[in-house]
Nanobody, 122 residues
Framework: QLQASGGGLVQAGGSLRLSCSASGRTFSSDVVGWFRQAPGKEREFVAAARWSTYMTYYADSVKGRFTISRDNANYTVYLQMNSLKPDDTAVYYC?????????????????WGQGTLVTVSS
């Protein structure tokens, strides 16, 4: 129901855009988020959007560099990542949840896509 894509290898300072394609049911979820998991680390919050209020949320580590958005016509949510750093290297996951979801809490999201690997070289 969620399909993440767009990962790859990029040099530090470069950009990537991740895509999360959703079915109609999951795309209508009020909250869509991106999380990432680096080797040996726990999955962490990156960004989220609550469509009912048009609010967006970002981890401090990516604020000002990453932007979450969506394309209603194509049922796709994007994560534009600029000024990438080696510390951004991780598997990135998209997730969706209902209105009661707290955006930064991964345990409250109902739907998850498979991850897409982002590698940032120094």
């Amino acid at each position: 129901q969620l399909q993440a894509s767009g990962g790859g290898l990029v040099q530090a300072g470069g950009s990537l855009r991740l895509s999360c394609s959703a079915s109609g049911r999951t795309f209508s979820s009020d909250v869509v988020g991106w999380f990432r998991q680096a080797p040996g680390k726990e999955r962490e919050f990156v960004a989220a959007a609550r469509w009912s209020t048009y609010m967006t949320y970002y981890a401090d580590s990516v604020k000002g560099r990453f932007t979450i958005s969506r394309d209603n016509a194509n049922y796709t949510v994007y994560l534009q990542m600029n000024s990438l750093k080696p510390d951004d290297t991780a598997v990135y996951y998209c997730a969706a949840g209902g209105a009661g979801v707290r955006p930064g809490n991964r345990y409250e999201f109902n739907y998850w896509g498979q991850g897409t690997l982002v590698t940032v070289s120094s």
